[in-house]
């Protein structure tokens, strides 16, 4: 993974804190963590949150990996953060989801 796609994944500017979080120690406590970078801005595409207020939720969490700790900031960042939910101009839609757009034929 490139230094541009781990700043930005998945709709989360990381910034620096994607480097601190790959460069810290693990396993490390959410309030371990908080501490060390609970003031660092995360951007999304209709604002931004500290890692503290994306964390609040976690906050006995235990982390093995910056890979877990990207993954529980992923679930725990406003719904509207990451832009449309579900949209993927990639694929079709998943087994059992419905499509908004009428099927096209070429």
Known sequence: MSDSERDRELGVEFGPLADRLDRHE???TCEELLDAYGTAVLGFEDGEQTL???LSPVPE???DSATEVRTAIFSNVPEGAIGRKG???R???ALGEQSEEP???F
């Open 87 to 89: 949209y993927s101009d």
């Open 52 to 54: 503290e207020e994306v």
């Open 61 to 63: 969490e235990r982390f």
């Open 26 to 28: 693990y396993p490390a």
């Open 91 to 93: 694929t079709p839609p």
């Open 103 to 105: 099927e096209e034929s």
